[in-house]
Nanobody, 115 residues
Framework: QVPLVESGGGLVQAGGSLRLSCAVP????????MGWYRQPPGKQRDLVAQ???????NYADSVKGRFTISRDNAKKTVSLQMNSLQPDDTAVYYC?????????WGQGTQVTVSS
Protein backbone atom coordinates (compact mmCIF):
# COMPACT_ATOMS: atom_id res chain seq x y z
CA GLN A 1 0.00 0.00 0.00
CA VAL A 2 1.08 3.58 -0.54
CA PRO A 3 2.42 4.78 2.81
CA LEU A 4 1.07 7.72 4.75
CA VAL A 5 3.17 10.78 4.03
CA GLU A 6 3.77 13.36 6.73
CA SER A 7 5.42 16.66 5.86
CA GLY A 8 6.02 20.16 7.12
CA GLY A 9 8.44 19.55 9.95
CA GLY A 10 11.64 21.45 10.50
CA LEU A 11 13.78 23.44 12.89
CA VAL A 12 12.12 26.39 14.59
CA GLN A 13 12.90 28.64 17.53
CA ALA A 14 10.78 28.56 20.66
CA GLY A 15 7.66 30.60 20.13
CA GLY A 16 7.55 29.83 16.43
CA SER A 17 4.99 27.99 14.34
CA LEU A 18 4.84 25.08 11.93
CA ARG A 19 2.06 23.47 9.95
CA LEU A 20 2.20 19.73 9.42
CA SER A 21 0.31 17.88 6.72
CA CYS A 22 -0.45 14.22 6.20
CA ALA A 23 -1.63 12.66 2.97
CA VAL A 24 -3.72 9.55 3.53
CA PRO A 25 -4.21 7.80 0.17
CA UNK A 26 -6.85 5.38 1.43
CA UNK A 27 -10.43 4.89 0.27
CA UNK A 28 -11.37 4.42 3.95
CA UNK A 29 -10.08 7.82 5.07
CA UNK A 30 -13.55 9.28 5.45
CA UNK A 31 -14.75 6.72 7.99
CA UNK A 32 -12.02 7.07 10.61
CA UNK A 33 -11.17 9.47 13.37
CA MET A 34 -7.68 10.69 12.58
CA GLY A 35 -4.93 11.60 15.00
CA TRP A 36 -1.57 13.23 15.16
CA TYR A 37 0.93 11.43 17.32
CA ARG A 38 4.45 12.33 18.37
CA GLN A 39 7.46 10.46 19.63
CA PRO A 40 10.16 12.44 21.44
CA PRO A 41 13.69 11.01 21.47
CA GLY A 42 13.85 7.93 23.67
CA LYS A 43 10.17 8.07 24.60
CA GLN A 44 6.97 6.38 23.52
CA ARG A 45 4.65 7.57 20.81
CA ASP A 46 1.65 9.43 22.17
CA LEU A 47 -1.48 11.01 20.73
CA VAL A 48 -1.51 14.81 20.75
CA ALA A 49 -4.66 15.61 18.77
CA GLN A 50 -7.61 13.84 17.22
CA UNK A 51 -10.42 14.78 14.86
CA UNK A 52 -13.57 12.84 14.08
CA UNK A 53 -15.07 12.45 10.64
CA UNK A 54 -17.47 15.26 11.54
CA UNK A 55 -14.73 17.62 12.68
CA UNK A 56 -14.97 17.27 16.45
CA UNK A 57 -11.52 17.70 17.99
CA ASN A 58 -9.71 16.82 21.18
CA TYR A 59 -6.19 17.62 22.38
CA ALA A 60 -3.64 16.49 24.88
CA ASP A 61 -3.36 18.92 27.76
CA SER A 62 0.22 19.74 26.79
CA VAL A 63 -0.80 21.20 23.43
CA LYS A 64 -4.29 22.52 24.15
CA GLY A 65 -4.64 26.11 23.00
CA ARG A 66 -1.50 25.94 20.87
CA PHE A 67 -2.18 23.20 18.32
CA THR A 68 -5.12 22.92 15.92
CA ILE A 69 -5.98 19.78 14.00
CA SER A 70 -8.04 19.86 10.81
CA ARG A 71 -8.97 17.51 8.00
CA ASP A 72 -10.06 17.69 4.40
CA ASN A 73 -12.08 14.60 3.59
CA ALA A 74 -12.18 15.39 -0.13
CA LYS A 75 -8.39 15.70 -0.37
CA LYS A 76 -7.80 12.93 2.20
CA THR A 77 -5.45 15.04 4.24
CA VAL A 78 -5.12 15.89 7.90
CA SER A 79 -3.17 18.89 9.15
CA LEU A 80 -1.75 20.14 12.42
CA GLN A 81 -1.16 23.85 12.97
CA MET A 82 1.35 24.27 15.77
CA ASN A 83 1.83 27.66 17.40
CA SER A 84 3.88 28.84 20.36
CA LEU A 85 6.20 25.88 19.96
CA GLN A 86 8.35 24.89 22.90
CA PRO A 87 11.47 22.73 23.17
CA ASP A 88 9.34 19.96 24.73
CA ASP A 89 7.44 19.74 21.43
CA THR A 90 10.58 18.33 19.78
CA ALA A 91 9.63 14.94 18.36
CA VAL A 92 8.87 12.96 15.24
CA TYR A 93 5.24 13.56 14.34
CA TYR A 94 3.02 10.95 12.72
CA CYS A 95 -0.58 10.69 11.63
CA UNK A 96 -2.80 7.63 11.79
CA UNK A 97 -6.30 6.61 12.76
CA UNK A 98 -7.52 6.72 16.34
CA UNK A 99 -8.11 4.94 18.70
CA UNK A 100 -6.86 1.89 16.85
CA UNK A 101 -4.23 1.98 14.16
CA UNK A 102 -5.84 1.10 10.84
CA UNK A 103 -2.85 1.99 8.67
CA UNK A 104 0.86 1.28 8.74
CA TRP A 105 2.93 4.09 10.18
CA GLY A 106 4.55 6.50 7.77
CA GLN A 107 8.05 7.87 8.13
CA GLY A 108 6.89 10.80 10.19
CA THR A 109 8.19 14.35 10.08
CA GLN A 110 10.81 15.69 12.46
CA VAL A 111 10.02 18.80 14.48
CA THR A 112 12.89 20.38 16.40
CA VAL A 113 12.32 23.41 18.61
CA SER A 114 15.38 25.27 19.83
CA SER A 115 15.38 27.35 23.00
Amino acid sequence: QVPLVESGGGLVQAGGSLRLSCAVPRSTFGIYTMGWYRQPPGKQRDLVAQITTGGRTNYADSVKGRFTISRDNAKKTVSLQMNSLQPDDTAVYYCNTYPFRAYSWGQGTQVTVSS
